[in-house]
T-cell receptor, first 110, second 114 residues
Framework: TQLLEQSPQFLSIQEGENLTVYCNSS?????LQWYRQEPGEGPVLLVT?????EVKKLKRLTFQFGDARKDSSLHITAAQPGDTGLYLC??????????FGAGTTVTVRA | GAGVSQSPSNKVTEKGKDVELRCDPI?????LYWYRQSLGQGLEFLIY????????KSGLPSDRFSAERTGGSVSTLTIQRTQQEDSAVYLC????????????FGPGTRLTVT
């Protein structure tokens, strides 16, 4: 059983469309991170959120951390083919271990 | 600066053979982690090293798996008597301090056991 549940598992959209990926848990996390992983590479950190209700923007990407610090979402506006990849959320319950979700595979078609 | 490096990038081995996977963390990073990523799955924590402290081995799936970190830098993950279910991508990550939120990952070693 995954501590963090991500949905959807797969997402295929046309260039220019918007998308949202969700990361949910019944556990509270001191911080939550989003990574993007491309084939043959390791995950690359996109953002860390630490405060309940926090919203962070990174160009066309918007990240939210739930008020109760149990869930998060990633919204991409006007998706581009370069956004294609596996998006992983990871939560830190309070120590050094990260618990990862199974990931959402995003494909943006040109 | 140089990122986390791992070698080999790909390893194909026969069932029952031993394999060694190497990780070279970012210089100055005190914490080092090993994860396993199976197809369609998230990252599974294997082991954590911090300085001279005893490593956290709680994620190792069996006693066939072991890891060491020499001189607080390079780490080697060893899998003895490999099984087909060991086939996965093995990822190494490092961070500045223990409990640091940001972990920096290497490209991984894809292990295939035939």
């Amino acid at each position: 059983t995954q501590l963090l549940e991500q949905s959807p598992q797969f997402l295929s959209i046309q260039e220019g469309e918007n998308l949202t990926v969700y990361c949910n848990s019944s556990s509270v996390f001191s911080s939550l991170q989003w990574y993007r992983q491309e084939p043959g590479e390791g995950p690359v950190l996109l953002v860390t959120v630490v405060t309940g209700g926090e919203v962070k923007k990174l160009k066309r990407l918007t990240f939210q951390f739930g008020d109760a610090r149990k869930d998060s979402s990633l919204h991409i506006t006007a998706a581009q083919p370069g956004d294609t990849g596996l998006y992983l959320c990871a939560g830190a319950p309070g120590d050094y271990k990260l618990s990862f979700g199974a990931g959402t595979t995003v494909t943006v078609r040109a | 600066g140089a990122g986390v490096s791992q070698s080999p990038s790909n390893k194909v081995t026969e069932k029952g053979k031993d394999v060694e996977l190497r990780c070279d963390p970012i210089s100055g990073h005190t914490a080092l982690y090993w994860y396993r990523q199976s197809l369609g799955q998230g990252l599974e924590f294997l082991i954590y090293f911090q300085g001279n402290s005893a490593p956290d081995k709680s994620g190792l799936p069996s006693d066939r798996f072991s890891a060491e970190r020499t001189g607080g830098s390079v780490s080697t993950l060893t899998i003895q008597r490999t099984q087909q279910e060991d086939s996965a991508v093995y990822l190494c990550a490092s961070s500045w301090t223990p409990g640091a939120y940001e972990q920096y990952f290497g490209p991984g070693t894809r292990l295939t056991v035939t």
